[in-house]
């Protein structure tokens, strides 16, 4: 009888690209499907923002995201033992409440660019920017409601509930911009709100559908919650030191919106030199509100001392820690040993993943 794989060589054997593949290729269709039926011009709108069209309504093969998601929804599904396109519903539901984010957060943000295009905003205006976001939103809970059980209206809970905590966390960061200090707990706290809700959601809400108990679909929620925070502490590296070609975003992106994210604030609890410096300078720059003027050396010279005072390392250490707790969520659930190994598998992308 040949060996039985560890875990880990399990997870390794997974091609990531195939899992992300499938979500993308089952949730589409649907997700086109519900978009169609906004009203003019908000269809169309809504399809620049996925990369359908282009700016003048052109077909566009354009990037639609990693669609980690609607990899774990339909995932999500074989872990209750159902077939994946049980997932389906749910993945179109938490890809809309993401989009929904996206356009209302690119505005808020001022951002101009998002996967290597203008945002929506800046090509539509702000109030379609507004008016899609809140329609994405509404069309979610339908998506959800249309399948008419007991096992739909468990799902729209779970999306509600992570739909209120990503909008606290929303909230939370862009409140943490106007501080000049915020603590490491506090970024923890709003990262998973803003990040770890719609994962930890997205990663059980096949399930329910699938009908599994809510033990088991808190086991899987506390997975995505933890890959979440895993997530967005790659983010926040990328949001500093992430490459312009790859991340589609400005050099020092998070610099320049004055985002308190992890290696900021650990960088700034961390003491020493390199901290005090930077806590002075970042307190000069609130004051002097004109990031407008700043040179790249200006930039540059802040992510070096974020970087030497442990803020870098720390954020990396940290993601680390994360994915680790969410494989350890996955011990609790019974589930076939290849699905818990798909599992794996996309915890490791998140973390390992490059920009």
């Given at each position: 009888?040949?060996?039985?794989?560890?875990?880990?060589?399990?997870?390794?054997?997974?091609?990531?690209?195939?899992?992300?593949?499938?979500?993308?290729?089952?949730?589409?269709?649907?997700?086109?499907?519900?978009?169609?039926?906004?009203?003019p011009p908000m269809d169309t709108v809504a399809a620049y923002h996925f990369g359908w069209i282009d700016a003048a309504g052109n077909p566009?093969?354009?990037?639609?995201?990693?669609?980690?998601?609607?990899?774990?929804?339909?995932?999500?599904?074989?872990?209750?033992?159902?077939?994946?396109?049980?997932?389906?519903?749910?993945?179109?539901?938490?890809?809309?409440?993401?989009?929904?984010?996206?356009?209302?957060?690119?505005?808020?943000?001022?951002?101009?660019?998002?996967?290597?295009?203008?945002?929506?905003?800046?090509?539509?205006?702000?109030?379609?920017?507004?008016?899609?976001?809140?329609?994405?939103?509404?069309?979610?809970?339908?998506?959800?409601l249309e399948i008419a059980s007991v096992d739909a209206g468990r799902a729209t809970r779970r999306l509600t509930t992570a739909s209120r905590a990503l909008i606290d966390g929303q909230?939370?960061?862009?409140?943490?911009?106007?501080?000049?200090?915020?603590?490491?707990?506090?970024?923890?706290?709003?990262?998973?709100?803003?990040?770890?809700?719609?994962?930890?959601?997205?990663?059980?809400?096949?399930?329910?559908?699938?009908?599994?108990?809510?033990?088991?679909?808190?086991?899987?929620?506390?997975?995505?919650?933890?890959?979440?925070?895993?997530?967005?502490?790659?983010?926040?590296?990328?949001?500093?030191?992430?490459?312009?070609?790859?991340?589609?975003?400005?050099?020092?992106?998070?610099?320049?919106?004055?985002?308190?994210?992890?290696?900021?604030?650990?960088?700034?609890?961390?003491?020493?030199?390199?901290?005090?410096?930077?806590?002075?300078?970042?307190?000069?720059?609130?004051?002097?509100?004109?990031?407008?003027?700043?040179?790249?050396?200006?930039?540059?010279?802040?992510?070096?001392?974020?970087?030497?005072?442990?803020?870098?390392?720390?954020?990396?250490?940290?993601?680390?820690?994360?994915?680790?707790?969410?494989?350890?969520?996955?011990?609790?659930?019974?589930?076939?040993?290849?699905?818990?190994?798909?599992?794996?598998?996309?915890?490791?992308?998140?973390?390992?993943?490059?920009?």
């Amino acid at each position: 009888m040949p060996p039985v794989p560890s875990a880990e060589e399990a997870a390794d054997a997974v091609d990531v690209t195939a899992l992300l593949e499938r979500g993308r290729t089952l949730a589409t269709p649907v997700l086109k499907e519900a978009v169609d039926r906004l009203a003019p011009p908000m269809d169309t709108v809504a399809a620049y923002h996925f990369g359908w069209i282009d700016a003048a309504g052109n077909p566009a093969d354009g990037d639609g995201g990693k669609a980690v998601r609607p990899a774990l929804a339909v995932l999500s599904a074989q872990a209750a033992g159902a077939a994946p396109e049980v997932g389906v519903p749910g993945a179109v539901a938490v890809e809309l409440v993401h989009n929904f984010s996206l356009l209302h957060d690119d505005l808020m943000d001022g951002d101009e660019q998002r996967r290597h295009r203008d945002t929506v905003w800046k090509v539509h205006g702000p109030a379609q920017a507004i008016l899609v976001g809140d329609a994405l939103f509404a069309l979610a809970n339908e998506v959800l409601l249309e399948i008419a059980s007991v096992d739909a209206g468990r799902a729209t809970r779970r999306l509600t509930t992570a739909s209120r905590a990503l909008i606290d966390g929303q909230a939370q960061d862009i409140s943490y911009e106007h501080r000049e200090r915020v603590s490491v707990e506090e970024c923890l706290e709003m990262e998973g709100n803003k990040t770890g809700a719609l994962l930890a959601c997205a990663s059980s809400i096949g399930a329910v559908l699938g009908g599994a108990d809510d033990v088991t679909a808190d086991a899987l929620e506390k997975y995505g919650y933890h890959l979440g925070l895993a997530f967005q502490a790659v983010d926040d590296l990328l949001g500093i030191w992430g490459d312009p070609e790859s991340t589609g975003k400005q050099t020092w992106s998070d610099l320049r919106q004055r985002k308190k994210s992890l290696p900021v604030v650990a960088a700034l609890a961390a003491g020493g030199a390199a901290s005090e410096r930077l806590g002075e300078l970042l307190a000069a720059d609130a004051k002097n509100n004109d990031f407008d003027n700043f040179s790249e050396a200006e930039f540059a010279a802040r992510a070096a001392l974020i970087e030497e005072a442990g803020g870098r390392q720390w954020t990396a250490d940290e993601a680390r820690r994360q994915h680790e707790i969410a494989l350890e969520a996955l011990d609790t659930v019974q589930m076939p040993a290849t699905v818990r190994a798909q599992f794996a598998a996309l915890a490791d992308f998140v973390v390992v993943r490059k920009r």
